[in-house]
């Protein structure tokens, strides 16, 4: 396909041509994961398809839907929408402190009628759009250093309060990762990375100390010494540990995991499916599993780079900088090397609404690539 028929106007609405433009090997690896998530939550149900496995998978086939019609929206449409999706989310994280339901000790959920869902899943996508719509068409030099970078960072402390006060710190963390990413990605100086990096580890002592919640203090400190607690807070990260040591290199077999057939292994089906991942298939099914994350990654990356627009270039690196966090902070989160914060191995775990947030963002990041020579101009000729 010629950049020309791409971008004639008699060819480039047609679905035939945007359908033959989704990078379907991307596709692909995402079944992969999710089929792997399957099979996993299949194991640990006891070989039983409920009540876990066939949701995941009936999920995933509407998720991927969602995501293919998703990519044949313009990216110029995306750019419209990037900054009501941002304040939507603002408003409804308001909203939540103003009557959200609180389950578990936690106010971070909206009802209306049967139905309810956290505002803060929406923040994931509109923190990205909100920023590269931002910084699209920003100079070289004021996305650098400048007082300007105050609004941005205004528009990422903004959620990031509001949702660890809920308390979700998790995800409040993540919102805070994703947006500094994107502001790196546009260009910020290494000056202001160097010293937010040690304005950050400065801070981290007192933040610990007096803001934190107990419960999340405990699960800092039990971090660092999960055996202080074996029986209480330390028991998560203690099992998970033991899981992924007893599967060695190949795993005892599928199916035939104790830590999670024998209910030792907590959250065995969402937070902790990568342990089970481990005592089942060993550090070859751990590494083939992330073999597949890495491609993911490295496919999204690549469309960020094809992109003609800003916007499409920091929409997409947004989209999958939050991917790859899912990775690393679950990651290391089961291996121990980070607290226990609650964020899911994304298309893995069982869960409909991260894998959501995921697919849609994914379908962002299909729409830059099906639209990446679409010109985006920030004034009213943005669709002409």
Same mark, same amino acid.
């Given at each position: ?26 596709? !692909? ?74 389950? &578990? ?44 970078? &105050? ?86 990260? &203690? ?16 199916? !035939? ?19 089970? !991942? ?107």
């Amino acid at each position: 396909m010629t950049v020309s028929a791409l971008t004639r106007p008699g060819e480039r609405d047609r679905l035939i041509v945007k359908l033959s433009e989704i990078d379907w090997v991307f596709v !692909l690896v995402l079944s992969l994961i999710a089929g792997a998530g399957g099979l996993m939550l299949f194991s640990i149900a006891g070989s039983s398809w409920t009540p876990w496995a066939a949701a995941h998978v009936i999920r995933f086939a509407m998720c991927l839907v969602l995501m293919i019609a998703l990519a044949m929206i313009d990216v110029r449409v995306w750019f419209a929408l990037a900054y009501p999706v941002y304040f939507m989310g603002l408003l409804l994280l308001v909203a939540v402190e103003a009557v959200g339901d609180t389950r &578990l000790g936690a106010q971070r959920w909206l009802a209306f009628g049967g139905f309810s869902f956290q505002p803060s899943e929406v923040m994931k996508l509109g923190i990205v759009l909100g920023l590269a719509r931002l910084y699209h068409g920003v100079s070289a030099e004021r996305a650098r250093l400048s007082w300007w970078l &105050l609004i941005p960072a205004a528009m990422i402390a903004a959620p990031v309060l509001l949702v660890a006060h809920q308390p979700d710190l998790g995800t409040a963390m993540l919102i805070l990762m994703t947006g500094a990413a994107v502001v790196v990605l546009a260009g910020l100086s290494w000056k202001i990375i160097a010293a937010g990096l040690i304005g950050f580890l400065a801070v981290v002592p007192p933040f610990v100390m007096f803001v934190m919640h107990d419960y999340q203090r405990e699960r800092v400190l039990n971090f660092l010494h999960p055996e202080r607690d074996p029986s209480g807070t330390g028991y998560h990260s &203690l099992q998970s540990m033991i899981a992924l040591g007893s599967g060695g290199l190949l795993g005892k077999g599928y199916g !035939l995991g104790s830590q999670s057939q024998l209910n030792f292994l907590p959250e065995k089906q969402t937070d902790f499916i990568f342990a089970t !991942l481990a005592e089942e298939f060993g550090f070859v099914g751990c590494v083939s599993v992330l073999v597949l994350y890495a491609a993911a990654i490295f496919m999204a990356l690549r469309t960020s780079y094809l992109s003609h627009s800003h916007f499409g270039r920091l929409a997409a690196a947004g989209v999958t900088a939050t991917f790859t966090l899912y990775v690393m902070i679950n990651g290391a989160m089961v291996m121990g090397l980070a607290p226990v914060v609650g964020v899911p191995m994304p298309m893995l775990s069982y869960g409909g609404t991260v894998m959501l947030t995921v697919m849609i963002g994914f379908g962002l990041v299909q729409s830059v690539r099906v639209h990446r020579y679409a010109e985006v101009t920030s004034g009213k000729g943005s669709f002409v």
